[in-house]
Structure formats: structure tokens, C-alpha cells
């Protein structure tokens, strides 16, 4: 949300300006300008960018318009699951909570969560882990090794989105340079016409180099930054889970598991440690 906010404030600055130095408006909006600039720009991604990232960008920049799904609600309805996970772990021994990583959907202890739970992405790479847990056969030590190591992949995988949008915003002033000759050319086959009409051509071959370095540095480019920030989150949500894992087959107690994962949450959406023990010790509902 606080994406759209920011880029009404460019908008209004960009307009707000414009009109007070004397500019009209309409003066700005050129079709063919917005055809060429934005044409070339998504048919470039078209070229170099698989759908799959395509569309996976798309997403990103649709969750930016959303509320940061990572914050203190999400780390203490994590933290009460996992908290009650090994806790069951504990009680009843690991093929106890076999059922519950093999279909979480279905888990009575995943269906509390549903912020957890909206984390897709997140629950299989825990339920993944724990499997290996409730394996055996992977010491704790190479269990935070093939962790990491999957981290490190989705991370690389999330930042082609990034690499994506960051690409566009930084050949949008080369094209706007392309709208802005083609202007010229236009300018240039009606040289011998009125001056009026000639200075109308010339200010809308402007407006192309106007509208590529705007949509670069006061969108495309900030969006990537923003993008960057949002996946930085999520990676810091994956060290979270691992922390837990980790401590867990190492064999500490629950409330301890959970405290290595607590110390892994950024400050400012950690929760203290007598918040994450009140809300452990409450019993949620189904």
C-alpha cells in the first residue's frame, strides 16, 4: 500500500510542478509517445524474460500493493505453531506429526494459522525439513547445510523478478530517446508547415524522453528497490523456520526451539520473549 502512496506523491509532484511553472497538462499526453515507449518496453521483457518469471514478477509487484505480509502478527502465529508442532513432537515422538507435514491443508495444527499457512512457499520448505527430521538420517549439522542451500535458491529465483523490473526502468530513458527522434523525424516532415504546429511536434517529441526517465527513476526503478526489500523478508522468514528446525533435531525443548527462531526475526517485528512465551501457553482454537 505504501507503493501506491508513493507513487501518487511522484505524480502529484511531477504534475504540481509542471502547472505552476505555466505547463498545461494535456500538454504531457501524447499517444503515439505512450505507445512507443511503452510498447517497446514490454515487448523487450517479452523477449528476454521467460513467462514464468513474467508472471512471477507480476505477483511481486501485486503483493507490493498489499500490506508487508511479514510482520509481528505472521512471527507469533508462526512461532504458536511451531511451538505446539514440537510440542506434539515431544509428547507423542516424531511419526506423531508425520500426518501433519504430509498434508498441512489438512493438519489440525496448520489450520489455526491461516497467515502461516497463505506463506505456500514457506510451509513445504518446513515440512520438507522435517521430514528429514523425522528421517534420522541427516545430522543436524548437514540438515542446516541443505537449509541454507535451498535458501540460497529461492532466493536467486526471487531476484530475477527484481533483475526483471530493475532491466526495464534501466533501458526506459534509451527508448524514451527512441519516442523522442521519432518525434523529431515527424517534426522534420512538416518543416515548411505553420510554427504553431511545428512547436506542438517538437514539445510532443519531448514529452518521450520526459516519459522514459520519469517512468524509470520515479517508478520502475524505485519498484525494483521495493521488490528487493520484499524478498529480503521473505528470506529472513525462511532463516526464521530454520532456526527452529535446527534446534529442534538438536533436541532442545520446544519453548528453547522456538526462542533460536525468535532471535532470528528483525527487530521490528520480534516479539519479546514474554509475549512469544504468554502466547505459546495460550491454547488456540481450532
Do not use: W
Not at 74 to 97: H, I, N, W
Not at 175 to 198: D, F
Not at 224 to 240: D, G, I, P, Q, V
Amino acid at each position: 500500500m505504501i507503493a501506491v502512496v508513493g507513487a501518487i506523491i511522484v505524480i502529484i509532484a511531477v504534475l504540481g510542478g509542471f502547472t505552476v511553472a505555466g505547463g498545461k497538462i494535456p500538454a504531457l499526453f501524447h499517444l503515439s509517445e505512450f505507445i512507443v515507449i511503452f510498447g517497446v518496453a514490454g515487448g523487450s521483457v517479452i523477449i528476454s524474460t521467460p513467462v514464468k518469471v513474467i508472471k512471477a514478477t507480476v505477483a511481486k509487484i501485486l503483493q507490493l500493493l498489499k500490506k508487508n505480509p511479514f510482520d509481528r502478527t505472521l512471527y507469533l502465529d508462526s512461532l504458536k505453531l511451531l511451538f505446539e508442532f514440537f510440542q506434539v513432537a515431544r509428547k507423542d515422538g516424531l511419526v506423531a506429526v508425520e500426518a501433519h507435514i504430509e498434508e498441512p491443508s489438512k493438519s489440525t495444527i496448520f489450520k489455526k494459522y491461516q497467515t502461516v499457512m497463505a506463506r505456500h512457499h514457506a510451509v513445504e520448505f518446513f515440512c520438507d525439513s522435517m521430514r528429514l527430521v523425522i528421517a534420522g538420517s541427516v545430522p543436524p549439522h548437514d540438515l542446516e547445510a541443505m537449509m541454507d542451500e535451498e535458501i540460497d535458491v529461492h532466493h536467486h529465483t526471487e531476484t530475477l523478478t527484481v533483475d526483471t523490473v530493475q532491466k526495464v526502468g534501466d533501458a526506459l530513458p534509451g527508448i524514451g530517446i527512441v519516442a523522442a527522434v521519432l518525434g523529431i523525424v515527424v517534426t522534420m516532415a512538416a518543416i515548411s508547415g505553420p510554427v504553431e504546429i511545428i512547436g506542438e511536434k517538437v514539445g510532443a517529441a519531448l514529452t518521450g524522453t520526459f516519459l522514459g526517465v520519469l517512468a524509470a527513476y520515479g517508478f520502475l526503478n524505485p519498484l525494483a528497490t521495493a521488490m528487493e526489500h520484499l524478498n529480503a523478508s521473505e528470506a529472513r522468514y525462511y532463516y526464521f523456520l530454520k532456526a527452529a528446525v535446527v534446534a529442534s533435531a538438536k533436541g532442545f525443548p520446544p519453548i528453547v526451539a522456538v526462542e533460536f527462531a525468535r532471535r532470528q526475526i528483525s527487530a521490528e517485528a520480534r516479539p519479546t520473549f514474554q509475549e512469544m512465551e504468554a502466547a505459546c501457553s495460550k491454547k488456540p482454537k481450532a
